[in-house]
T-cell receptor
Framework: DAGVTQSPTHLIKTRGQQVTLRCSPI?????VSWYQQVLGQGPQFIFQ???????GRGNFPDRFSARQFPNYSSELNVNALLLGDSALYLC??????????????FGQGTRLTVV | GENVEQHPSTLSVQEGDSAVIKCTYS??????FPWYKQELGKRPQLIID?????GEKKDQRIAVTLNKTAKHFSLHITETQPEDSAVYFC????????????FGTGTLLAVQP
């Protein structure tokens, strides 16, 4: 039984570039959320998608965007990368969008380094 | 805005002792409170959670208590073992129409053998 999978695991980009991170949720889960975890801090909410629709957005600039596909996998895009975007990007999978059965299970993350 | 405060930031205990981590949340509409364990370089792992209609929940050596009036919740680990060493995060789910989690700043627990 596969858990949440993210790719790539590590990534190095230069300032100004664009990056796409990918997430496959647990089979049967329809909601995907993205979090940014800066070293030494707790994860910060970026987006939630449920049934391919955006259900929530955190306090991040418009350079951050995401989408969810019909198979419930998701991509997070970040444009015009800044040094401060360096972080661990975590994807969380939940069965539903809100209410019960919304326990969130995290993937191993993508470590993004911007140089 | 919504926030979760977590204390202490570091905690060192002897193997076999108990450890307690405390959190306070601000959003009175929050209804779900998970705890995550994150080992170095690994994913956060859900270890226990509690919903707002319950005051206490226990799973073997781990327990969580919730005081909705005071907006406090705590993690209790008994008979600590070296493998309990990790960073622990509390979180609250916001009371809106999402399952957005608001995380505390984390507690680094070190269990000395």
């Amino acid at each position: 039984d596969a858990g949440v999978t993210q790719s790539p695991t590590h990534l190095i980009k230069t300032r100004g570039q664009q990056v796409t991170l990918r997430c496959s949720p647990i089979s049967g889960h329809k909601s995907v959320s993205w979090y940014q975890q800066v070293l030494g801090q707790g994860p910060q909410f970026i987006f939630q998608y449920y049934e391919k629709e955006e259900r929530g957005r955190g306090n991040f600039p418009d350079r951050f965007s995401a989408r969810q596909f019909p198979n419930y996998s998701s991509e997070l895009n970040v444009n015009a990368l800044l040094l401060g975007d360096s972080a661990l990007y975590l994807c969380a999978s939940s069965k539903t969008g809100v209410g019960r059965n919304t326990e969130a299970f995290f993937g191993q993350g993508t470590r993004l380094t911007v140089v | 805005g919504e926030n979760v405060e977590q204390h202490p930031s570091t905690l060192s205990v002897q193997e076999g002792d108990s450890a307690v981590i405390k959190c306070t949340y601000s959003d009175s509409a929050s209804n779900y409170f998970p705890w995550y364990k994150q080992e170095l370089g690994k994913r956060p792992q859900l270890i226990i959670d509690i919903r707002s209609n319950v005051g206490e929940k226990k799973d073997q050596r781990i327990a969580v208590t919730l005081n909705k009036t005071a907006k406090h919740f705590s993690l209790h680990i008994t008979e600590t073992q070296p493998e309990d060493s990790a960073v622990y995060f509390c979180a609250s789910r916001d009371g809106g129409a999402t399952n957005k989690l608001i995380f505390g700043t984390g507690t680094l627990l070190a269990v000395q053998p």
